[in-house]
């Protein structure tokens, strides 16, 4: 890893922090009754995949019995769907249902309208390419989390 390369990420993202994040909301203050931490558990989940609460919990770095809360209030809230295991109803499954990617959408750190005005000075290439790089950076993100929680130190 060079350190260019290091200083090249340093120095992007607090540009895309300043150009698209919108600021921290209360749960009472949105219409999707979401707080900061309730978007982050949903901006994790997908419509059409799933994900077990363990490794939600254990990416999230919260506890199950933490987490448990906050699945239960998005699940009753209608943000996202619990499913169990045909072979075996101890494993669980949480996906994201359309009305929680609204409610994530609306409610993520990132503004949408500034987000889609900074991908609209893209040319089309260029935009795949950004939107790809960021989510080879998330994954490589979620890698790193997960090797630091199997070694049991909050960072790498």
Do not use: W
Not at 133 to 154: D, F, I, N
């Amino acid at each position: 890893m060079s350190t260019l390369d290091i200083e090249r990420i340093q120095r992007a993202y607090p540009k895309i922090y300043l150009a698209c994040h919108t600021r921290h909301v209360r749960a009472r203050s949105t219409a999707y009754r979401l707080s900061s931490r309730d978007a982050s558990v949903l901006a994790h989940l997908r419509e059409t995949s799933a994900v077990a609460p363990s490794q939600l919990a254990a990416h999230l770095g919260v506890r199950a019995s933490t987490l448990s809360a906050a699945i239960q209030k998005l699940e009753s809230l209608g943000y996202i769907e619990r499913t169990q295991s045909a072979a075996d109803r101890r494993v669980a499954s949480l996906f994201l249902t359309p009305q929680g990617a609204r409610a994530m959408a609306a409610t993520s750190v990132l503004d949408a309208r500034r987000v889609a005005a900074v991908l609209a000075k893209l040319k089309p290439r260029e935009k795949e390419r950004a939107i790809a790089g960021l989510e080879l950076l998330a994954y490589g993100s979620m890698r790193v989390m997960a090797m630091t929680k199997k070694r049991g130190r909050s960072n790498a």
